[in-house]
């Protein structure tokens, strides 16, 4: 209805504004109008509980996230994201448990068991891959020591300009 206005049909970036807004429009009213039952479908194909004994009984994809970590270390501000899904599958045997207790005092004591255990055992995952931060930075600190202890000489308090190139060791600050 708004492009039936005289002066608006004129302007391309009022006309391309309005088509965007028409558009997410559209895609919001596809949103509010989905069904229970896909939502449970996509929360249970999104849960992560089944990756869980793979990943940290078996410790798979501890190694290549520790090796893109350590190729990439933004990656690791990244992994946020991984940590909370699957801190979110903790959620599930939690809340069945929560579900059967009612008011029964022995189920509620194995719902704090039961979460105390899978917290220690996400603790400990997370730990087992963020493990290679500090073996990284240990690791370039040992790199600069060495280079600072056995290869980089002092500076005398002068210096004829001739020999400056030499003696500023360009190579050498330039691994630093």
Not at 11 to 40: G, H, P, S
Not at 94 to 112: M, P, V
């Amino acid at each position: 209805d708004v492009l039936e206005f005289h002066q608006i049909d004129n302007n391309l970036q009022v006309v391309q504004f309005v088509n965007d807004t028409r558009a997410l429009l559209k895609q919001m009213i596809r949103y509010i109008n989905i069904e229970t039952k896909v939502l449970i479908t996509i929360g249970t194909v999104g849960d992560l509980s089944y990756a869980w004994e793979l990943m940290s009984y078996f410790n798979c994809f501890v190694p290549e996230i520790q090796d893109k970590i350590k190729r990439n270390p933004h990656l690791a501000i990244q992994m946020r994201s991984t940590f909370v899904k699957l801190a979110s599958m903790l959620e599930l045997p939690c809340t069945r448990i929560d579900q059967a207790a009612g008011n029964d005092e022995l189920l509620t004591s194995s719902l704090e068991s039961v979460s105390e255990y899978y917290s220690t055992e996400l603790v400990t995952f997370v730990r087992n891959v963020l493990h290679i931060i500090p073996t990284s930075i240990f690791a370039v600190l040992k790199d600069i020591v060495k280079i600072l202890a056995d290869h980089l000489r002092e500076c005398p308090t002068k210096i004829v300009r001739k020999e400056l190139r030499d003696q500023s060791q360009i190579e050498i600050r330039h691994s630093l």
